[in-house]
C-alpha cells in the first residue's frame, strides 16, 4: 500500500513538473555595458506546443538603447522570416512580430529556442538603464493553437539593460595599515579582469568572490608579497554574467568592491 502510494506520489510530481514546463513563457538576455557598446539582446520561448499564430511588440527607451540591427532569426520556426518582424518603429523603441503557420498544423520547438536577436548601441548616461519588454503597444499578445485557442503567455523574464556609473567610482579603497585595493580592470568584463592590491608588508590573506545574493562563488586564500599583488580573474571562475563583489579580508581589515561581468 505504502509502495503504491508513493508511486502515486512521484506520478503526480512527474506530471506537474511537466505542465510547468509546458507553460508559454519569453525569455529576454540581460545585459549590463558601457556607453558606446553594441550589445545583443536575445529572445527566446519555451513551451511553444502546437502553436498556430504568434504576435507581441517589443518596447524600450530609444535614448538609452539605439537599434542597429535584427539578427540570428531562428531556422526552427518554420516560415519565419524578416517579413514577421516590424522594424519600421525602431527610433521609437518598437519592433512588432507576427508569424502564422502556413501549414496550419500547429508547431512544437525545443525550449529556449531563441526566435532572434537585437543588436543595440548603449547610448545613455553611466547609471542608466532600459527594459527590453515585451508588450501590447501596438500589437497586442497573443498566442493560438491548433485549434485557434488562445494560449495564454505565463511569464517573461529578464530584459533588464543596464550601463553602470563607473565615471565616479573610487579608483581605489585605504585602509589604515595601508593595504590598497584598486578597482578591476577592465570593468566590465568579458573574458578576464585584473584586479590589483598593494601590500605594505607580507601577510596572509583571504581572497573571495560574492554574487549579489551574498553567495561566495570563488575564494582564494593566499600570502600576499610586499607591493603591488595582481589577482587575475577568468570568465570560467564565475557561474554566469551579473554583478559580483570581490573582497580582501584578514583579521584587522575587509575591503569590497563591486565588479560587473558582461555576456
Not at 41 to 53: R, T
Not at 172 to 197: D, M, S
Not at 207 to 227: L, P
Amino acid at each position: 500500500m505504502n509502495i503504491k502510494k508513493l508511486l502515486l506520489t512521484l506520478i503526480t510530481c512527474m506530471l506537474f513538473v511537466l505542465s510547468l514546463s509546458a507553460q508559454l513563457s519569453l525569455i529576454v538576455s540581460d545585459v549590463t555595458g558601457e556607453k558606446g557598446q553594441t550589445v545583443e539582446v536575445g529572445i527566446s520561448i519555451s513551451g511553444f506546443n502546437d502553436i498556430s499564430s504568434m504576435q507581441f511588440s517589443v518596447n524600450w527607451d530609444s535614448t538609452v538603447l539605439d537599434f542597429k540591427a535584427l539578427e540570428n532569426l531562428s531556422d526552427v520556426l518554420p516560415d519565419f522570416s524578416e517579413k514577421e518582424i516590424g522594424l519600421v518603429e525602431t527610433t521609437a523603441g518598437i519592433v512588432r512580430v507576427a508569424w502564422f503557420d502556413n501549414a496550419i498544423m500547429g508547431v512544437t520547438i525545443p525550449d529556449n529556442t531563441e526566435l532572434f536577436t537585437l543588436r543595440f548601441e548603449l547610448i545613455g548616461e553611466g547609471g542608466t538603464n532600459s527594459a527590453v519588454t515585451i508588450t501590447d503597444q501596438p500589437i497586442v499578445i497573443e498566442f493560438t493553437n491548433q485549434e485557434g485557442e488562445k494560449v495564454e503567455l505565463s511569464a517573461v523574464t529578464g530584459g533588464e539593460i543596464t550601463i553602470p556609473d563607473n565615471t565616479t567610482a573610487i579608483p581605489f579603497l585605504t585602509v589604515q595599515n595601508g593595504v590598497t585595493l584598486y578597482q578591476n580592470e577592465p570593468n566590465p568584463f568579458k573574458a578576464a579582469t585584473k584586479i590589483k592590491a598593494i601590500f605594505p608588508t607580507v601577510e596572509a590573506v583571504q581572497f573571495f568572490i560574492t554574487d549579489i545574493s551574498g553567495k561566495i562563488v570563488y575564494q582564494n586564500n593566499f600570502t600576499s608579497v610586499q607591493g603591488e599583488n595582481t589577482i587575475v580573474i577568468e570568465r570560467s571562475l564565475l557561474d554566469a554574467s551579473g554583478t559580483y563583489y570581490y573582497t580582501l579580508q584578514s583579521e584587522h581589515y575587509q575591503l569590497s568592491r563591486k565588479m560587473i561581468l558582461v555576456p
